[in-house]
């Protein structure tokens, strides 16, 4: 989770960030203290700054997923309807 959230920034940011030197050994650096279990890097991000937000939020995602679910189904069950009167 915590590395899809650094990658959708980064995938944003990341003409900025290709300016900055050294930015792919700190962007190594990072990504090892994330992913190294003695260092509890991505378990301190996901509590810290993520599950806040996402707490914070739950009710917009919560309705949003829904909505998309909706439309996601109405739209299989016409093509479904679609593709068995064809």
Request: proline content about 3%.
């Amino acid at each position: 989770t915590v590395y899809g959230f650094v990658s959708i920034i980064e995938s944003f940011t990341d003409v900025l960030l290709y300016w900055f030197p050294f930015y792919f050994f700190l962007k190594t650096v990072f990504l090892l203290w994330l992913m190294i279990p003695s260092f509890n890097g991505a378990v301190t991000i996901y509590n810290r700054i993520l599950r806040p937000f996402l707490v914070q939020h739950k009710a917009e995602i919560d309705s949003s997923y829904h909505n998309l679910k909706a439309k996601v189904s109405a739209v299989a069950s016409e093509l479904d309807g679609t593709a068995t009167a064809s």
